[in-house]
Nanobody, 117 residues
Framework: VQLQASGGGLVQPGGSLRLSCAAS????????MGWYRQAPGKQRELVAL????GTNYAASVKGRFTISRAENTVILQMNSLKPEDTAVYYC???????????????WGPGTQVTVSS
């Protein structure tokens, strides 16, 4: 399964960006899709996750970011961006290739988001 992400870039503080990530390949079902980010010198952290039970957000983005999903595409709408949101953003999908198959995980290549004036 391959992931292709788009939508990163440079934005001023207070601005908005929309990240999109499409999964392609042999997918029977998706357990969850999410966005993670990694800033320089820091560990990769969960930003937002969407699954059958709903959504989860990091405390630092709650109320500003919204994750949604349409088929095999996951979207992250980022509003009121702050300089501390600057990072490489990675999409992730956890999926199964058959009804009773084990869960597999794939990562996108990462897209840079820079928030700066």
């Amino acid at each position: 399964v391959q992931l292709q992400a788009s939508g990163g870039g440079l934005v001023q503080p207070g601005g908005s960006l929309r990240l999109s990530c499409a999964a392609s390949g042999k997918i029977f079902s998706i357990d969850n899709m999410g966005w993670y980010r990694q800033a320089p010198g820091k560990q990769r952290e969960l930003v937002a996750l969407i699954h059958s039970g709903g959504t989860n957000y990091a405390a630092s983005v709650k109320g500003r970011f919204t994750i949604s999903r349409a088929e095999n595409t996951v979207i992250l709408q980022m509003n009121s961006l702050k300089p501390e949101d600057t990072a490489v953003y990675y999409c992730n999908v956890n999926y199964r290739t058959t009804l009773l198959g084990t869960r597999s995980s794939s990562w996108g290549p990462g897209t840079q988001v820079t928030v700066s004036s």
